[in-house]
């Protein structure tokens, strides 16, 4: 089974722009949750939808939004750029809503802002 | 914001030798998972411990839980240079669906 892909790997943007991120879950995975690393902050939490719909939200702002298609597709997208929001952005997919599923990372998009 | 600490920071081992991370969180639990990471890629889940469960091993890996002190600790047996990486634990929480809260991680270093 192929593993959870996202696409691009590496994006420079500049400040004010917008960006939109793409995430494809393993085969048969209906859950997405999106995460920031950042060296300052750690991994945080952004959102998680299930079945197309938005189940949890983090503390992040509006600029932030998500969204997931009927494959179970996701597509998160930050406008506004700022320079802060450079960082790692890791989606992880499992069978179904947790609780006790294991959760399976992408290998991340790397946005940097200039 | 984080749910709890990981101890240590970093930590500097030789092949051979066994390495312990110990993981503290705030609030109760549904569950606790350990994870590996590599220079900044993607997340390896390594194991998965729930609030009911004390102990749990897969491999040379050795989780245990103690939910009344909050805390959680992963031992690596025998470690190996591959097993360099950083750890995150991360805890989920009752009525917070797939919300993972993630320690900041401890960076392990194994040297031949």
């Known amino acids: 089974k192929a593993g959870v892909t996202q696409t691009p790997r590496y994006l420079i943007k500049t400040r004010g722009q917008q960006v939109t991120l793409s995430c494809s879950p393993i085969?048969?995975?209906?859950?997405v949750s999106w995460y920031q690393q950042t060296p300052g902050q750690g991994l945080q939490f952004l959102f998680e939808?299930?079945?197309?719909?938005?189940?949890n939200k983090g503390n992040f702002p509006g600029r932030f939004s998500g969204r997931q298609f009927s494959n179970s597709r996701s597509e998160m997208n930050v406008s506004t750029l700022e320079l802060g929001d450079s960082a790692l952005y890791l989606c992880?997919?499992?069978?179904?809503?947790?609780?006790?599923?294991?959760?399976?990372f992408g290998p991340g998009t790397r946005l940097t802002v200039l | 914001s984080q749910q709890g600490e990981e101890d240590p920071q970093a930590l500097s081992i030789q092949e051979g030798e066994n390495a312990t991370m110990n993981c503290s969180y705030k609030?109760?639990?549904?569950?606790l998972q350990w994870y590996r990471q590599n220079s900044g890629r993607g997340l390896v889940h390594l194991i998965l411990?729930?609030?009911?469960?004390r102990e749990k091993h897969s491999g040379r890996l050795r989780v245990t839980l103690d939910t009344s002190k909050k805390s959680s600790s992963l031992l690596i047996t025998a470690s190996r240079a591959a097993d360099t990486a950083s750890y995150f634990c991360a805890t989920l929480t009752y009525n917070q669906g797939g919300k993972l809260i993630f320690g900041q991680g401890t960076e392990l270093s194994v040297k031949p």
């Open positions: 939808y299930f079945s197309e719909t938005q189940r």
């Open positions: 085969s048969g995975h209906r859950s």
């Open positions: 992880a997919s499992s069978v179904q809503t947790p609780p006790n599923n294991e959760q399976f």
């Open positions: 609030t109760s639990i549904n569950n």
């Open positions: 411990i729930r609030s009911n469960e």
